[in-house]
Each structure stands twice: as C-alpha cells, then as structure tokens.
C-alpha cells in the first residue's frame, strides 16, 4: 500500500489540519507524535478517506509530529509538524470556512464532482444532491477567491459539474431530481413519488449555477466553457411547466405527474425559486406569480417576540435555514416586495432565535445566548426541521444556524462560533469544519455532517466579510428586472 501524495501540516486556533492527495478508495490511518523522534501513536478512530484530518488539541502555541499512512501498513511515512496558534476574529472565521469549504472539495464526488448529501451519515457515498451542489458552486467560487484553491483548479471542478448536470444527469422539462447517483446521473427517488423534478433544489442549484457563471468571466477555454454551459443549464429549465393556478409546483414525475401537489408558497426558504422562475430568459412565469403564488394568505406576521416584531413567518420565526438558502446569492439588502426588508426580517429572526435560548422555556440543557439556533438537521432521533415554540424543539442545535446569520447578526453569531468552537470543539469539530449538530442533554454530537447544512457557512460568511456571493449573483442581468416586474423596490 502506497503512502499518501504531499502530505502538509497546518496550523491553526487551537487545533492542526493534515491535507495529502490521494486517490478515491484509498484509506489512511494518522499518527502523532510530541517530537519529531516519536514514538507516533495512531490518533485517527476511522480511516481517512478524503485526503483530510483536523486534530483539535485545544491549546496555542503546541506542536504535534505527524506521520499518514497507508491504512494497515507498518511501513514509516514522511514526519510533518506544524505549531496551534491564536487567530484573530477574522482569521478564525476564515479559518473555518476553509475547512468547512473542504467538504465540497476533498468530499465532493470523484466522478461528477457534486457535492454528496452527507458524509459520515447514513446516506451512500454515492448519493448527491441537486441543492447542496448549488450551493457547493458558491463555495467553491469563495474558496478560489480566498485561495483555499487555485482559481484554475475551481474553473476545472466547476467545469466537471456542470458539464456533468448537461450531459449525464436525468432532467424532466430541464428540473433535476432532489437526488442523482453521483456516478451515472441516474434519479434516486426522494420518496415514493418523488421520483421526478425537483423545482426548489433546481433553483437552489441555478442560484449557484449564475454565481459561477457570473465569478468566472475570464478569457481562457475553461471559463469560456462555464459560461457557455452555465447559459445552456439556465435556459433549459421549464419553470413555466410546473406553474398551475397561479401557483409553482415542487415536484413533478414521470410516472405520477404533479399528483405531490405541493404548492410552494412562503414564507420559508422557496422564495429564490419566484425569483428565479420570474427572470427565466426561456420558460418564464408571469410577474403576478409572485403574489397569486408565493405570497400566501398566512404569509404576514407583524406580531412582537421578545421585544421584536416580526413582519412574515411564523411565530418566533421558524428553522433558520428560511433566512439562510434563498439569500445566499440573492442580495436581500435594499430591497422590499411591501411585505418585508428581507435582511430585516433575518437579523430579527436571529435576534429571536438566540433570546428564545436564553430564555431556554423547555429547559434544555446548553442552551444560551451564545449556544442558539434552531434549524433542520441531523439529532439523535434522525433528522427534523427544529423550530422555536413547536415540539420540534428537542434540545438539538446546528451550528449551520447562528454562523450562516453572520450578515445578519455579526457580533452574536461569532460569539456562536468561539462558543461552538472552543467550548465544544473536542467532539463538535472535524476534517470538515463543524459536525451537522449537537445536543447537550442527550450527550450526542452528529457523527457526520449534510452539504445543505456546511455550504451556507462558507457562504454567508464569506458575504458579512466581503459581500462577494451578493456582488457576485446579483449581478446576473436578468434578476435586476426580474425583481422590478414583481413589484419590489429598493
């Protein structure tokens, strides 16, 4: 068995990252060491698949030795060390979308390069989602610009994906399913009728879609290729068939057609889907679909929560991910459709979210004003979309929620994140950033993680630091005009 290719050693706050090239299928086992003599002492409980580890000590100012082996062989590797140090407020934030942006990278699939819908979870490895690719789209655009990668490298990944999505993956009207076989394209059904197209995680993955369209806008024959395909993808995608009523559909199937019927109407995380569909340059829907469609009849809230008013949703606001997956390139700032300032509406959200912990009224233990944010993930039980003031309040908190609010809520999301980090790190921290969730009172931390959930990390960060996804999405010619004919204003 072969060693692993370029192993390096990093360190960081509190914790050393190992990275190494290998090659899919091959399994590593990692020693460490005080000193550089040794002796090395296997640290790793489960083999290393993805050409990534982070060992979180807890402490600055240590150094560790490290050696990668080849799983099962005896044989020595090359010795590598690095030093934990202190980072700044910005350093630790980028630090963690590094390592968060690792999961679409080192953990994207082999063959088509879309991002899998969970790692370290019960869903097969070759298992990939249309949504979370999207967003993974995003993520690696953040991660060329803050050069975690090459910018060459990104276009050529970018590149793989797309190609993929227009060549291989099944489409009904131009939707893809919820999820694809990362290998052939092939649909994997969602559930028993959700066996066709997916509308929200093909607008979820458009978003991303525009994004790089939009990112990699150099000369050269590989982004000249994104464009061209980006363009291709974009206009192929039959909004206007799933529209019935004044109202978009979510799914429909070749073998059941739209007998889901699931309306999408809001508020939740569907709105980029209006958007979308409203600014199609090929298939798109009347402006009025907005109102007659997602604006439904219980969209308004106005009542007061802690001391804060809250213009839509639900009471106490809902998951967080409502405020999180539509905004990740559409720019909510400035903007109004008479019902809300979107931007408004996520900070508030936010702000209830983390009074709500404080004010803990089921007594779940952990939560605080600096261990908040309720939103759909991985628990002990399975997985649930959880939610303030409803049973699904179980005592489970992603950290996705708080540090995907960063725009929204900058000072009390990264009191979340050094909260998360140093207080929970031991068990809450792994190759790729912060595991899916935890809960306190059931001593349990997700043994994995779901690209849903890691993307809007990397992202949403990355937009509170430098607004570069907004800039970025918004900048699409289409969705200026698109905006305006709905009704909204700035």
Known sequence: ARGPEAPRATGHDSRIDLEWSSVPGEEFDVYRADGPGGPFERISEEPARHGVYSDFIGENDVARYYQVRAQGSEDTAPTIHATTREQSGDELRQSVQEATFRYFWHGGHPVSG????????WHPDHLVATGATGMGLMAIVVGAERGFVSRSTAAERTLRILTFMGERADRFHGVWPHWLNGETGATIPFSDMDDGGDLVETALFIQGVLVARQYFDGEGDVEEEIRRRAARLWRAVEWDHHLRDGVLLWHWSPNHGFAMNHAIRGFNETQITYVLAVASPTHSVPPTTYETGWLSPWYDNGGDFYGIRLAVGPDLGGPMFWTHYSYLGFDPRGWTDGHADYFEHGRHVARIHRAYAADNPLGHEGYSDECWGLTASLNPWGYA?????????????????????????PE??????????????????????????????????????????????????????????WETFMSSPEIEPALLSMGWTR
Do not use: C, K
């Open 385 to 409: 979309a959880h939610e303030p003031g409803t049973d699904r309040d179980n005592g489970t908190i992603a950290p996705t929620a708080a540090l995907s609010s960063m725009p929204y809520t």
């Open 412 to 469: 009390a999301s990264m009191a979340a994140l050094r909260h998360f980090y140093h207080d929970h790190g031991q068990r809450l921290w792994g190759p790729f950033g912060f595991r899916d969730a935890f809960n306190v009172g059931e001593d349990w931390y997700a043994p994995g993680y779901l690209g849903i959930d890691q993307a809007p990390i990397v992202v949403m960060i990355e937009n509170h630091r430098s607004g570069l996804i």
């Open 114 to 121: 879309m991002a899998r819908e969970g790692i370290g979870t």
